[in-house]
């Protein structure tokens, strides 16, 4: 199938097995941002060593063999804990480059930079390591504040086109409650960028039908993070919605899994349900609710390894 950039290093696609495509392990939001003060700061850091390889053990255990890293420099990337966890759990981990969003955090000297400087930077974590070692990310991620993005967002937004056009890796795009995501559509069309290689994550905070089909209609992948969160709604919701899009033929473009970046999802923290909760619980019921089981297994299967795959540079 091709080769996938994990932490420990290339390994083909088809070695990812049972994949969360938008997950974190080691987290440390205390850069800035609303989400790194107070009781969401304290609940957002990820910072206990021995825990990150216990919730990695449990997930190997549990028949989980890919988590992809979803903590960036400016929310407390931690290239080393990343590695030891691999190392220790067996898991395969792959990690990005790039940015969240400006509400959660941004080096000041982001305003000052080009789209170049940008660049540069993502290509050197893409091909030479992060943070002064030879580990190297695999993807980029971007995102956008809610209902608006700001102009270093859209900064980092064509610079991540850009620079994963030059290295072969996917970019994928953090959205605040579900929002934004036509408008990340359209800069990235703007950039000549081909929109298979481009990910949307959170869109079920926002579980708008025509949203979602207008971004599968421009050629993008969807992850559905929210299952199981019931402090949002009910997971009815998004499941009729899942199975709409593929109704619509979109089977291909959808990905499924849990974002847990808090304390409080992880039993090793003291809090619940933990990784194995959407392969344990939330797959077997889209199987017992009609859905076809090759179709659910592309969303934790199929579509993560091609779409992680990277391709040929341009």
């Known amino acids: 199938m091709g080769t996938v950039r994990t932490i420990l290093g290339d ?24 989400k790194a003060v107070g009781h969401e700061g304290s609940d957002h850091a990820l910072d206990d060593q021995e825990k990150a ?72 974590d893409i091909t030479e390591g992060m943070d002064g070692t030879s580990h190297k990310a695999g993807w980029i991620k971007c995102g956008t504040a809610y209902m608006q993005v700001t102009a270093n967002e859209e900064k980092f937004i064509r610079a991540g086109a ?19 995501g036509i408008e990340i559509c359209e800069i990235l069309q703007d950039e000549k960028f081909d929109m298979s290689r481009m990910i949307i994550a959170h869109v079920d905070r926002n579980p708008d039908l025509w949203y979602h089909r207008e971004m599968c209609k421009a050629g993008v992948s969807l992850i559905y993070d929210g299952p199981g969160k019931a402090k949002y709604y009910p997971d009815t919701i998004r499941i009729d919605i899942l199975r709409q899009l593929v109704a619509d033929g979109y089977e291909d473009q959808l990905m499924i899994c849990n974002d847990f970046g808090r304390k409080s999802y992880h039993a090793p923290y003291g809090g619940a349900p933990g990784l194995l909760w959407l392969k344990d619980r939330f797959v077997p019921r889209l199987i017992s609710e009609g859905f ?23």
């Open 11 to 34: 390994i083909d696609a088809k070695e990812m097995g049972f994949t969360m495509p938008h997950e974190h392990i080691r987290t440390d939001p205390a850069g800035g941002g609303t």
């Open 53 to 124: 390889v216990e919730i990695c053990v449990a997930y190997k255990q549990g028949g989980g063999d890919t988590l992809v890293e979803a903590t960036p420099k400016t929310w407390g990337r931690n290239t080393p804990g990343m590695v030891e966890a691999a190392e220790k759990s067996g898991v395969h981990v792959i990690a990005c480059c790039g940015v969240i969003c400006e509400e959660h955090g941004m080096d000041p000297k982001t305003s000052e930079l080009t789209i170049n400087d940008l660049v540069d930077e993502m290509i050197g």
């Open 162 to 180: 850009r620079a994963a056009t030059k290295t072969g890796v996917p970019l994928h795009a953090h959205t605040s409650n579900g929002t934004m």
């Open 292 to 314: 076809d089981p090759e179709v659910v297994h592309k969303f934790n299967y199929e579509n993560p390894q091609r779409i992680y795959t990277m391709v040929d540079p341009a």
